[in-house]
């Protein structure tokens, strides 16, 4: 839907444009300059189209990645509670925890953002935020 929205609002702007400049411009200048910027839009769709395919060629290996990311985290911090780790380490390992939460809270505001979501094809929903809990009994 939102890209049906998008192509009548460029159409509309096209045809407005096309009104405004020929009356200052001949139709052999205007089809330069048209012609310029039609050449922009269609190198930037496939610029795009280019990122959406591979977002979804990687789609499952970044699921797989971030899986694993999360359960070395969540391990990590439960091994914390019974281990004597320096004080850098607890405070290294709740900058990671952190940074995972920070992530993965942008990466489903952008899977729900409906200019965004081409983008993120990973399906975020299977993803869990870390509780910071875990962290509180190691400290």
Known sequence: MLIVISIALLAVLFLALWGVFRKYYSTEDLSVIFGFISGILIAALIVCGIII??????????LASNQLRYESLVYQA????????????KKQ??????QWNEDLAVYKH???N???????????????????????AAI
């Open 110 to 112: 952008r899977k729900v």
């Open 53 to 62: 395919g591979i977002s979804e060629v990687h789609k499952e290996s970044n």
């Open 114 to 136: 409906s200019w965004t979501n081409w983008f993120y094809r990973m399906d975020v929903d299977k993803l869990e935020f870390i509780p910071y809990d875990i962290m509180k």
């Open 93 to 98: 390992l709740a900058d990671e925890i952190r």
């Open 78 to 89: 439960e091994v914390l509670q019974y281990d004597n780790f320096t004080d850098n380490g």
